[in-house]
C-alpha cells in the first residue's frame, strides 16, 4: 500500500516536472519578437511619438500575454539636436554621418535585429550606417511612405536639406519612380525649417504656423502633386491635420514608419517588402 502512494507521489511528480520543461521549452510570443533599435533626439519629440506608437501597435499585432498586452522590445539611444543640426546647417555631410554613427554603434554593440532612424533629413546618413554597421538593417522611412503612394507626383514638405534638388530623401523616392514638387520659394522652404527647428521640435505647435504648412500643401497640390504631398518631417504631422486640408491627400511620413517598424517587428511583414532594390531583385528573379 505504501509503496504504491509512494509510485503514485513520484508520478505525480514526474508529470509536474515534464509540464515545467515543457513550459520552459515553448517560449512566449515575445521570444519571437525582433528588437528594434530607435535612433532619436532628432528631435526628442518625434522620438516619443515612435515609442508610444510603435507600442500601441505592437499591442495589437501580438496576441495578449499571459498578464497583459506586449510591449515592444526596443533600444532607443538619443543624440544632441544642437549638434546635429549645427552640422546640417554647415553642410557638414560626414560630421552628421560620423556623429550619428555613434549612436548606431551603441546600437550595434547591444545587438539590435534592425535599426529605425526616428527623422526623415537624419537619413542622410542612411547609406554611410549601412557600409559601418552591415549586420544592422535600417528600415528607411522613405519605402514605408512609398509602399501606399498612388502613382504620380508628389509633393514634399520638410526641413531645407530635405527638400533640397539631389537630397537623399528625393533620390530614394526617385528609386521609388516618383518625381517630386517642393515649395519654388527659397524664403518659404527656410521658413519651413525655421518653424521646425525653433517650434515644433520643442512641441510649439502655433496656428500661424499650422496655417502655413496648409498653405503650402495647397500649393503644391495645386502645382501638380497629385498624388498628394508627403509630410516630410516627423514633427510636421503633429501640427497638420488631414482636417486642415481636406482636399489634398496627406502622407504622414513617421505614422507609416512607425506602421512598418511595428509589423516588421511583430513578424507580420519582412524589411525585404520595403527596400526598393531587393523588390527589383526578387522581379528579376
Known amino acids: 500500500m505504501r509503496s504504491s502512494a509512494r509510485l503514485g507521489r513520484v508520478q505525480v511528480i514526474c508529470f509536474c516536472a515534464v509540464c515545467v520543461l515543457e513550459v520552459l521549452r515553448t517560449p512566449p ?21 515612435y515609442y508610444k506608437g510603435i507600442n500601441e501597435r505592437i499591442a495589437k499585432l501580438l496576441p495578449d500575454g499571459a498578464v497583459m498586452p506586449h510591449n515592444s522590445e526596443m533600444v532607443m539611444v538619443s543624440v544632441d539636436c544642437d549638434v546635429y543640426v549645427r552640422y546640417l546647417k554647415d553642410n557638414d555631410t560626414s560630421g552628421v554621418q560620423e556623429y550619428l554613427a555613434q549612436a548606431a554603434h551603441k546600437l550595434d554593440l547591444v545587438g539590435v535585429d534592425f535599426i529605425v532612424i526616428a527623422s526623415n533629413t537624419a537619413h542622410i546618413c542612411y547609406s554611410y550606417l ?54 519654388a520659394k527659397e524664403e518659404d522652404r527656410q521658413r519651413c525649417y525655421d518653424i521646425i527647428c525653433r517650434e515644433l521640435s520643442f512641441e510649439i505647435f502655433s496656428d500661424a504656423s499650422r496655417n502655413f504648412f496648409a498653405e503650402m500643401a ?31 491627400p496627406l502622407h504622414r511620413s513617421a505614422e507609416l514608419h512607425i506602421e512598418a ?25
Open 29 to 49: 510570443e515575445s521570444a519571437f519578437m525582433k528588437t528594434i533599435g530607435v535612433i532619436t533626439g532628432i528631435s526628442y519629440v518625434s522620438g516619443i511619438d
Open 261 to 285: 517598424a511595428a509589423r516588421i517587428q511583430a513578424g507580420a511583414d519582412q524589411l525585404e517588402d520595403y527596400d526598393p532594390q531587393a523588390q527589383v531583385i526578387e522581379a528579376k528573379t
Open 218 to 248: 495647397v500649393e503644391l497640390y495645386q502645382c501638380g502633386a497629385d498624388a498628394g504631398v508627403i509630410l516630410g518631417c516627423t514633427e510636421i504631422e503633429l501640427l497638420l491635420r488631414q482636417s486642415d486640408v481636406p482636399d489634398v
Open 130 to 183: 549601412r557600409e559601418r554597421f552591415p549586420k544592422r538593417p535600417i528600415l528607411h522611412i522613405v519605402d514605408c511612405v512609398a509602399k501606399v503612394l498612388p502613382k504620380g507626383k508628389v509633393g514634399l514638405l520638410g526641413t531645407e536639406p530635405t527638400m533640397r534638388e539631389g537630397s537623399w530623401i528625393r533620390e530614394r523616392l526617385a528609386l521609388h519612380g516618383f518625381e517630386v514638387v517642393v515649395p
